[in-house]
């Protein structure tokens, strides 16, 4: 991600390592103004902050700007929304899918053939545990379908640099990141789902 987004990525990569169950995100887009192309978020529901930033309402407006000028079919677009951990059930997995909609209704039925939204997570959320033991707000299997369906590519975050010159699957990956990856195997019924490097 770095040689893709610049290395003012190098100041949240520690951030990164950990999962942790308090998020950490980080949304970022190279067709953005250039001192907001990277935008952070840290506490419970940061991504439903990084949805009402600016850099996500500036993200809308290219949108629509590309829709209305843009005139090359082969021109692509990636923004990128970092977690160190999957979005929580209750209420950032509704936002995420309900702002990946509203794109897609308000600009083309054909908008996903130039726009990739990828979110990569270190690891799997696992909710707050309740006074009879239960976790509550946990990402869910489901979770992670929806999310596919709207549109987010989602992946793991992958933090280590690799022994050889590929990753052997889930190599360096904490608990919960081995967790994730089982997940969205089941979920994309593939034997080696998505990662990304936040250092490559």
């Known amino acids: 991600m770095t040689n893709y987004y610049g290395e003012e990525l190098n100041a949240h ?19 953005a103004q250039e ?3 990277l935008m952070a978020s840290q506490g419970e529901h ?10 996500w309402r500036q993200i809308e407006r290219t949108v629509q700007a590309w829709y209305s000028f843009n ?6 677009a990636v923004v990128t929304l970092v977690l160190n951990r999957s979005p ?30 990828i979110l990569a997570c270190r690891g799997a959320y696992q909710g707050k545990v309740t006074d009879a033991g239960f976790y509550e707000h946990s990402t869910t299997t489901r979770d992670l379908q929806r999310l596919e369906d ?12 690799p022994v050889g010159n590929t990753f052997d699957l889930g190599e360096g990956l904490p608990p919960g990141g081995q967790a994730l990856l089982q997940g969205l195997m089941n979920v994309k019924n593939v034997s080696r789902p998505s990662l990304i490097r936040l250092d490559g």
């Open 71 to 76: 005139t090359d079919e082969r021109a692509k």
């Open 88 to 117: 929580c059930h209750s209420r950032c997995v509704p936002a995420l899918f309900d702002a990946l909609n509203h794109l897609q209704y308000n600009f083309s039925k054909r908008f996903f053939d130039h726009w990739r939204f």
């Open 35 to 37: 001192h907001t192309r």
């Open 150 to 161: 709207a549109g987010w590519q989602v992946c793991v975050l992958q933090t280590t640099t």
């Open 13 to 31: 990569l520690g951030h990164f390592h950990t999962p942790g169950q308090t998020t950490y995100g980080l949304l970022c887009c190279r067709f």
């Open 46 to 55: 940061s991504e439903e902050r990084l949805l009402q930033s600016l850099l």
